[in-house]
């Protein structure tokens, strides 16, 4: 901790400033439904890239499936940016329109 000195006649006074440290900001990485990118490969996505166990996997891409859209996790802004940029290299490596973005949770 950083200390503040101040002089005085006969000694000295300090003041001790304590810094607050704030969490970092957390995104949440979404994978979205199209018409075109295989089950097995978001499954593999959500494996490879996300590191879920293949139930967990599953369940992702059929609410993806499903509903449009599912989470992928909650990461600082670099990880969740890293993520996005795997996921959409990847995809286009096996020719897929997969669309992955991250969104801030406030």
């Known amino acids: 901790m950083p200390l503040s000195h101040q002089g005085e006649t006969d000694g000295e006074s300090r003041t001790i400033v304590a810094r607050k440290l704030k969490e970092p900001d957390r995104y949440r990485v979404l994978l979205h439904n199209d018409d ?9 996505i959500l494996c490879g ?7 967990e996997a599953t369940a992702i891409m059929l609410a993806v499936h499903q509903r449009g859209v599912g989470q992928c996790g909650i990461y600082t802004r670099e990880v969740a940016e890293a993520k996005v940029s795997r996921v959409h290299r990847e995809a286009r490596v096996a020719g897929f329109p997969l669309k992955c973005t991250m969104e801030k949770i406030h």
Request: hydrophobic fraction near 45%; charge should be negative.
């Open 36 to 44: 075109y990118t295989s089950m097995d490969f978001v499954v593999n």
């Open 49 to 55: 890239v996300f590191h879920k166990p293949l139930e």
